[in-house]
Structure formats: structure tokens, C-alpha cells
């Protein structure tokens, strides 16, 4: 039974509002959103500056879990399937790495690319695997995929090449010479470049011919298929791509803390990935940057308190948010633009 | 062949184990026709009160199970009137949301609470091995899991109640034109199915011993239990969990490649070839839906 009326995952969608050339204070709505979008980007640019090593490194954090956040939404998001196995994903990346940067000795920059391809053919032979599972059972295989994880990377035929609990020490490489920065400022920079190509590629796949298939298929199978959507391709692909993201995302964390171990990669990284994603809302690419900031340094001031109660806020945020704002902060934010613009035009 | 009759037999053990919460497991599903991820969380909240009850208050053995059983199933039931009667229309992944929401205030408030020392839980059953071949604790688990089974089965064939339930499982609609308040009945689904959990939990804490992740790798062997019975059906899931527990010991002891590190790896490969070849499990019914 598909459900075509899918309250928690409607995207907040632009193409309702008529792209009108009214203005507000003088500009268009497309203005405004650059006007946004080059603010924010300028704030992101100068924020190493601002902040010291460990703040900058945070959000260097931040953003690897924006880019393992923006391959969820893809699938769960753009494509409705519904993913509690990611952390296998960037865990395969951040090993994927790790491995090579560590017994190879590939340099580092190689790694990435190498982690995401890996990580691709993984994420398309499981969604492939998968593809007849819908809805509950897709979230019941994968979250059996991410409880078995940490014990296969610990497993005793896989230990010459993971370490085993241990885990693997990598090495950071060091900043290009001609630039005057610091090592947590450069690879923020290199995190946040990656971050705006992976934003940019997911917004333009999602405009296009496959990504409107990839939705049509998220809105109701059994018409996309009907309309000559070859469905199982495009979900094991969706998947792959996914994984793609989650494999960059991993690859990028091994490299920054110069570490992988097993218990890194438990459900909990995914149960955050979720969380991130929904916060940020569901289908909304900009909502990814605040959902990872959200996820990330919402357990530092929950910390404050308790160490213990920082998951407690989570599943009530989750649980609050399937409630009160189904379409996460991001429909939050653009209702509370729509009577802001209301108001001012009135 | 010691070994094979000791494993099987602790298999049997753990296996009453996983079907009593596959069981729960599936009582919930028939109830709001969803998986709730979050009963081993539950379950092992539930196993904590009981732990505070016989520990901290000197409460008998006993008269803090029956306890324990008794505040599982209210406190199930208001989690199904207050969290999810307002969103049972919603679908699937609001319904995961809020599960996975519970897991995590569960989990989170079980540390707050109790800590993440792991602690000892009290077994009834003295310490005595039968020939070397089972313990106490073992042969007591099979009694009371098929006692609480023998009368969980009693009470949907026998009582008014329990065809209610049964009514509203199988046609919810029908079901409240006959005159069966299906609010109540969803309700005391949850309360059933929270106390079974509690079941499971109590019996497995003197084994695992009694810390907040302890039921993390045994709601897998359910899932994969209630998998393979059959999602919607009650006695598939008691099967299914006697099989996992059998399978899941004989190929730890006996295949070498998976020994006993590789045991969740086994569970994931059972669910995912269950959902594949057999999507409906040994007893499960085959559902048709009109487009």
C-alpha cells in the first residue's frame, strides 16, 4: 500500500508559491535567498578566524556530519526509504581510509574519492538487495546492519587489516606551504569546500530528470513504475549515492580526528544521523547544515546538566517534531518567512 | 555429544527468551501494525524497576516479578494512550520517529537513574546444574516462559477480552461497529506486550547481567525471531524465537568461521534472507492489498 499522503515527509515545496516578482523591501524572494546564501557563506568563511582550534574543529565536525546527514535526506528524504544503517556506510569510508592511509600509505587527499566510490558499489549492491523491502522492514534490515557492524570490524578475520579494537591511528597530512593557516583551520576549509560541492551536485540531481523519478518514486511507487520508472534501479542507485555521501562523510572524519575504531561506529552515529535529519527537515537541503550543528553541539550544553540526558532530549526533540513540525526547523523557518513576508507587504 | 545436548538445551533456554519478546513484538505490530524498536529498551527499563524494587527495597523475589509484570503493563499502556493514539494515522516513519524517541529517552534515563555500572539481578532459582548439561536459572526460564505463554494463550481463546483483542487485530473497522472500543483494546495490546518484555528482561538480566545496552543484541535475535514466524502471527514468533535461540547457539559452537564474535552477523543475515525468500515467515498469513 503506498501512502501517498506522507505528512511527515512532505517537502516544504517551492514550486507551490508562484515564483512572483513581487518584492519585500526591495528585493525578489530569489535576491533574498542570495542575499542569504552569500551571508551565510561569508559567516562560514570567517568563523575559523573568530574561533579558536577546538571550536573550528567542531565544526569541521559539523560539517562531515552535514555531508553524511544531506546522503540520508537524499534517500529518505527525496526517495523514502528509510535508512538506520549509516553508520555502516561512513564507518566503511572512514576504514576504507584509514586502511589505506595507514598500511598503503596512499595519500590521504586519494583516499576520499577512493572511500566514496567503495562506499558507492556497497550502498547500490545492498539497496539492490533491498529494493522489495519497504518502510518498517527497510528500517528493521538496516538497523540489524548497523548493531552487526562494530563486530565484524572487530572480528578476528578482518583484524590484520582493521587493527581489531583497537583500531587505527592515521596521519593527518600537513597544510600546503603557500598558505598561512593552521591545521584545523585548513581542513575546515577543505571539509567546507567539499560540504558546498556535495550541496550543490544534490540540489542540481535533485532538479533533474532522475531526481524528479527518485521523488515520483518516494510519492507513489506503483504510478512512478506505471510511468516507465524502472523503480529497483533507481532505489539501489539512490542508495549508492547515499552511500557516496555517508563514505565522504566517513573518509573526512578518519582524516580529521587521525583515528578509527569499531564502538565509533555504533547504531547511536546513525540514531544521530536521523535525528539530524529530521530537526533539519526532512527533504530540505539547507536544513542538513543545521541539523548536523544541531546534533553536534547539542550534547555539549546538555552535558551542562547531565551527560546521560543528552539522548533524552533528542528522542523527545524526535518525538516533539513528528508532532508539532513535521516538516522539521527548515518548514519551520520558511512558515515563519511566508507570514513574515505576509505581514510586510500587507 | 554432550556439547551438542548442553548447547541445544541453552539454546532452548534463550530461545524462550527472544519468543517471549518476539512475542511482544508481535502483539504491538497486531495492535498498531508497526515494529516497536524501542521494546528492548523497555524491557530493560522495566528489569531496572524490578532491580530497585528487590535490591533497594528488600522487596521478595517473587512479589517484585508480580510487581514488575503489574507496573509494565500501566506503564505500556500509557505510553500507547499518550504517545502514539494521536498519531496512529501517521505514516510509517512518524511511527519509527517516535520509536526510536523512546529508545533513546529510555536508554538515556536508564543511565541517569541507575548509572552504566553494570549490576548483578537476582535469580530465584538456586544455583544447581542438572548433570553439567543445564542450570537452575535455564530450566526455570523454559517453565515460566511457557507458563506465561500457556496463559496468554488461555486468554485470547478462552475470555470475551481476548476475542475482542483478537477482533480488532484482524478487522479494526468491523471490530468498533460491533461494539468493541478499539482505543481500549490497541491499549491494552501495548500493556501485554510491555509485560511480556518485562518477562524477558528479568529472565535474561542474571545471565547478561543488568546495565542499559543489555538488550541491544537480544532484540535482534526477536526481531529475526519474529521474522521468521511471521510477523503477524503469535505462535510463529514463539517458534521463531526457540529456532534462533537453537540456531544461534549451534552455530556459534559449531561453525567456526562465525564462533561466537560474529553472532549479530548471523541475526542479520537471518533477517535479511528471511525478508527476501520468505517475507512472510514460516506462519505467517500472505496479505493482498488492492491498489
Known amino acids: ?346 | 555429544m554432550d556439547l551438542f545436548v548442553q548447547q541445544t538445551l541453552a539454546g532452548i533456554s534463550n530461545g524462550a527468551i527472544y519468543a517471549s519478546l518476539a512475542l511482544a513484538i508481535v502483539m504491538i505490530y497486531q495492535a498498531i501494525d508497526h515494529i516497536n524498536f524501542a521494546q528492548g529498551e523497555m524491557a530493560m527499563f522495566s528489569t531496572y524497576i524490578a532491580w530497585t524494587l528487590i535490591v533497594r527495597f528488600d522487596v521478595p523475589y517473587w512479589i517484585a516479578f508480580g510487581l514488575t509484570l503489574v507496573i509494565s503493563f500501566l506503564g505500556g499502556m500509557l505510553i500507547e494512550r499518550i504517545v502514539f493514539a494521536p498519531i496512529h494515522q501517521a505514516p510509517a516513519l512518524s511511527h519509527l520517529l517516535v520509536f526510536l524517541g523512546l529508545y533513546a529517552i529510555f536508554n538515556s534515563l536508564a543511565g541517569e537513574i541507575w548509572g552504566h555500572t553494570i549490576k548483578e539481578f537476582p535469580s530465584p532459582f538456586p544455583d544447581y546444574s542438572f548433570g553439567g548439561l543445564i542450570g537452575a536459572h535455564q530450566v526455570g526460564t523454559i517453565v515460566i516462559v511457557m507458563f506465561m505463554l500457556a496463559a496468554i494463550y488461555s486468554f485470547f481463546k478462552t475470555t470475551k477480552l481476548g476475542l475482542a483483542l483478537r477482533a480488532v487485530a484482524s478487522n479494526p473497522e468491523s471490530a468498533r461497529l460491533v461494539g468493541i472500543k478499539v482505543k481500549w483494546m490497541r491499549a491494552l495490546g501495548w500493556g501485554l506486550a510491555a509485560s511480556l518484555g518485562s518477562l524477558s528482561g528479568m529472565m535474561i538480566a542474571p545471565i547478561v547481567f543488568l546495565d542499559p545496552n543489555m538488550m541491544g543484541g537480544i532484540l535482534i535475535y526477536s526481531f529475526t525471531a519474529a521474522l521468521i514466524g511471521g510477523i503477524d502471527s503469535p505462535g510463529g514468533a514463539v517458534a521463531g524465537g526457540f529456532l534462533v535461540g537453537v540456531l544461534e547457539n549451534l552455530v556459534g559452537t559449531y561453525v567456526e568461521f562465525i564462533g561466537s564474535e560474529l553472532k549479530l552477523t548471523f541475526a542479520l543475515l537471518l533477517i535479511t534472507g528471511t525478508l527476501l525468500l520468505k517475507p512472510n515467515g514460516l506462519f505467517g498469513r500472505k496479505i493482498v492489498t488492492r491498489v
Request: glycine share 8%; aromatic share 14%; net charge neutral.
Open chain 1, 1 to 346: 500500500m503506498p501512502e501517498v499522503e506522507n505528512h511527515a515527509v512532505h517537502p516544504d515545496s517551492k514550486s507551490g508559491v508562484p515564483e512572483s516578482s513581487s518584492k519585500t523591501i526591495g528585493l525578489t524572494d530569489v535576491e533574498w535567498r542570495r542575499l542569504a546564501f552569500v551571508l551565510s557563506l561569508s559567516f562560514a568563511v570567517i568563523l575559523p578566524f573568530v574561533f579558536e582550534g577546538f571550536t573550528t574543529f567542531q565544526f569541521t565536525l559539523a560539517g562531515i556530519y552535514a555531508i553524511a546527514i544531506l546522503g540520508l535526506n537524499l534517500l529518505s528524504g527525496f526517495n523514502g526509504q528509510i535508512s538506520l544503517g549509516h553508520s555502516t556506510f561512513y564507518g566503511i569510508g572512514a576504514y576504507t581510509s584509514a586502511i589505506m592511509i595507514n598500511q598503503l600509505e596512499v595519500p590521504a587527499y586519494w583516499t576520499i574519492p577512493a572511500a566514496a566510490l567503495i562506499c558507492l558499489s556497497f550502498g547500490f549492491i545492498f539497496g539492490l538487495t533491498v529494493t522489495r523491502l519497504e518502510g518498517l522492514y527497510l528500517a528493521l534490515a538496516t538497523f540489524a546492519l548497523a548493531i552487526a557492524t562494530p563486530q565484524i570490524l572487530k572480528s578476528k578475520h578482518v583484524e590484520q587489516w582493521t587493527g581489531g579494537v583497537q583500531g587505527l591511528d592515521v596521519y593527518k597530512p600537513d597544510v600546503p606551504q603557500a598558505l598561512p593557516l593552521e591545521a584545523d583551520q585548513w581542513w575546515y576549509f577543505v571539509v567546507l569546500g567539499i560540504l558546498l560541492l556535495m550541496l550543490w551536485c544534490t540540489k542540481n540531481l535533485v532538479n533533474s530528470r532522475s531526481g524528479r523519478a527518485m521523488i515520483a518514486i518516494r510519492d507513489n511507487p506503483i504510478a512512478a513504475r506505471s510511468m516507465g520508472i524502472n523503480t529497483s534501479l533507481y532505489k539501489a542507485l539512490t542508495f549508492g549515492c547515499s552511500g557516496l555521501y555517508a563514505g565522504t562523510a566517513g573518509a573526512l572524519s578518519a582524516i580529521v580526528i587521525e583515528y578509527v575504531a569499531p564502538d565509533s561506529f555504533t547504531f547511536v552515529l546513525s540514531f544521530f544521523f536521523l535525528t539530524g535529519m529530521v530537526i533539519g527537515g526532512m527533504a530540505s537541503i539547507p536544513g542538513v547544515i543545521f541539523g548536523a550543528l544541531f546534533v553536534l553541539f547539542l550534547p555539549n550544553f546538555a552535558e551542562d546538566f547531565s551527560k546521560n540526558l543528552a539522548y533524552a532530549i533528542f528522542g523527545i526533540l524526535l518525538i516533539a517534531t513528528v508532532y508539532a513540525m513535521p516538516s522539521g526547523s527548515a518548514g519551520l523557518f520558511s512558515a515563519i518567512l511566508t507570514r513574515l513576508k505576509q505581514k510586510l507587504n500587507q
